[in-house]
C-alpha cells in the first residue's frame, strides 16, 4: 500500500485526465523528437499512470518508467505491462542507480520537474541523464511557465469535467505561490451534486510542496551538465516559446 507521504494517494490522474485527446495532441513532437534519437530505448522520468509510456511502447519504443509516487506506479501496474515497458518506483534524482545501460532519449513531462524542490536537484538529475544518454539522444522537457505564472500571479490551472458511473467529477488545482520561488499545490477532487445539500463535495484534497523552475534556471542548469544545444518550445503544436504568454515551457535538448 501506499505511504502516507505519497501525496498522490487519492487523486486518480487516469480518471481526471482526457488522456485520448492529450495523447493525440502531444504524440506528433513526441515521436519526431525521440525518433532522432540514436536508439529506441527511452526513459519515462515521472511516468505517472503510464499513459504516455504505454503509447511509446505501441510505437516500437522501448521505455523504462520512473516515478517517486508509489500510488501511481500501482495503477500503471493495474493492467498487464506491455512487452517493452518497465516500471520503477524510485526517485528520479537517483536515476543512475535505477536502471543500467544507455538510452537513446528521455522525457519529462507534466508537473515532474517542481517536484524536485531544493537548489541543487536540477543538477543532480541533470548530471545523472547526461550520463546515461547517449552523445546525440534527445531530453524532452515539459512544464508549466512558472515565468508567466509568477509574472501574472496565476492562482489556478484549468478546470476539468469528467463523467464518472456516479455522475460529474471536477478536478481543481489551485495554487499559492511563495517569495522564494515555491508553490503550494492543491489538487482536488470535488463531486458536483445538483440538488442536493451540499451540492458540491470534496472527494480528495492535498498540499503538494513544488518549485516553479524558471526557463532560465532549467537552461543554466542543462549547460551545467553538457547539454548544450537547445530548443525553447511554447505548445506541443511546435509554436515558439514567449516568457510572458505561453502557457508550457518545452526544452528539447541535446
Known amino acids: 500500500m501506499p505511504s502516507e507521504d505519497d501525496k498522490y494517494s487519492r487523486i486518480d490522474y487516469r480518471r481526471l485526465i482526457a488522456w485520448p485527446e492529450r495523447i493525440r495532441r502531444e504524440a506528433p513532437l513526441l515521436?519526431?523528437?525521440?525518433?532522432?534519437?540514436?536508439?529506441?530505448?527511452?526513459?519515462?522520468?515521472?511516468?505517472?499512470?503510464?499513459?504516455?509510456a504505454r503509447y511509446l511502447v505501441s510505437q516500437g519504443f522501448q521505455v523504462v518508467g520512473v516515478d517517486s509516487s508509489e500510488s501511481m506506479i500501482e495503477?500503471?501496474?493495474?493492467?498487464?505491462?506491455?512487452?517493452?515497458?518497465?516500471l520503477h518506483h524510485a526517485d528520479i534524482r537517483e536515476i543512475e542507480t535505477v536502471t543500467k545501460g544507455i538510452f537513446g532519449?528521455?522525457?519529462c513531462l507534466g508537473n515532474t520537474l517542481p517536484h524536485l524542490t531544493e537548489p541543487g536537484?536540477?543538477?543532480r538529475l541533470f548530471g545523472g541523464l547526461r550520463r546515461l544518454l547517449e552523445p546525440t539522444a534527445p531530453l524532452l522537457i515539459q512544464v508549466l511557465n512558472y515565468h508567466r505564472i509568477f509574472t501574472r500571479q496565476v492562482r489556478h490551472l484549468?478546470?476539468?469535467?469528467r463523467q464518472d458511473e456516479e455522475g460529474?467529477?471536477?478536478?481543481?488545482?489551485?495554487?499559492?505561490?511563495?517569495?522564494?520561488?515555491?508553490v503550494l499545490f492543491f489538487p482536488s477532487t470535488l463531486r458536483l451534486r445538483p440538488g442536493q445539500d451540499p451540492p458540491l463535495e470534496i472527494?480528495?484534497?492535498?498540499?503538494?510542496?513544488?518549485?516553479?523552475?524558471?526557463?532560465?534556471?532549467?537552461?543554466?542548469?542543462?549547460?551545467?551538465c553538457g547539454f548544450s544545444q537547445r530548443?525553447?518550445?511554447?505548445?506541443f503544436d511546435g509554436s515558439p516559446f514567449e516568457p510572458d504568454d505561453s502557457a508550457d515551457l518545452i526544452v528539447v535538448s541535446r
Open 231 to 235: 530548443t525553447l518550445l511554447g505548445s
Open 158 to 161: 484549468p478546470v476539468n469535467f
Open 168 to 182: 460529474e467529477i471536477v478536478f481543481l488545482r489551485l495554487m499559492k505561490l511563495q517569495t522564494d520561488g515555491g
Open 75 to 86: 495503477k500503471a501496474r493495474d493492467q498487464p505491462l506491455p512487452a517493452g515497458l518497465e
Open 31 to 52: 515521436e519526431e523528437i525521440l525518433g532522432s534519437g540514436p536508439s529506441r530505448r527511452i526513459l519515462d522520468l515521472g511516468v505517472g499512470t503510464g499513459e504516455h
Open 121 to 123: 536537484d536540477l543538477g
Open 105 to 107: 532519449g528521455a522525457i
Open 203 to 224: 472527494v480528495a484534497a492535498k498540499e503538494v510542496h513544488l518549485r516553479g523552475w524558471r526557463h532560465t534556471e532549467v537552461e543554466t542548469a542543462l549547460d551545467e
